[in-house]
């Protein structure tokens, strides 16, 4: 359920509509970093509260990736593509 929850919030369709996550987006050429992610209340919610936690979860997303430091998780532009109209 983290896996999902992360996933979603790099999804188009809640870039579309996060204020937040785009800035941190282009604050991090493209990454966030895992302590912001444990901030948010749905996660706090799936009782994550560890980068180790977020590490274990999105080591098996399809569609992020996380930095060499395991610090930081990005979009897998390879196989998840941004839409052409949110890069405008």
Same mark, same amino acid.
Do not use: H, I, W
């Given at each position: 359920?983290?896996?999902?929850?992360?996933?979603?919030?790099? %999804?188009?369709?809640? $870039?579309?509509?996060? *204020?937040?996550?785009?800035?941190?987006?282009? &604050?991090?050429?493209?990454?966030?970093? =895992?302590?912001?992610? $444990?901030?948010?209340?749905? $996660?706090?919610?799936?009782?994550?509260? %560890?980068? #180790? &936690? =977020?590490?274990? *979860? =999105?080591?098996?997303?399809?569609? =992020?990736?996380?930095? #060499?430091? &395991?610090? &930081?998780?990005?979009?897998?532009?390879?196989?998840?593509?941004?839409?052409? *109209?949110?890069? *405008?």
């Amino acid at each position: 359920r983290v896996r999902k929850q992360v996933e979603f919030y790099f %999804s188009d369709a809640n $870039l579309r509509r996060d *204020a937040f996550m785009k800035k941190e987006l282009e &604050q991090g050429a493209g990454y966030v970093k =895992l302590r912001v992610l $444990l901030q948010f209340n749905r $996660l706090k919610a799936l009782k994550c509260v %560890s980068t #180790e &936690q =977020l590490v274990k *979860a =999105l080591s098996k997303s399809e569609t =992020l990736v996380l930095s #060499e430091d &395991q610090t &930081q998780v990005r979009r897998d532009v390879a196989r998840a593509p941004v839409e052409a *109209a949110d890069e *405008a």
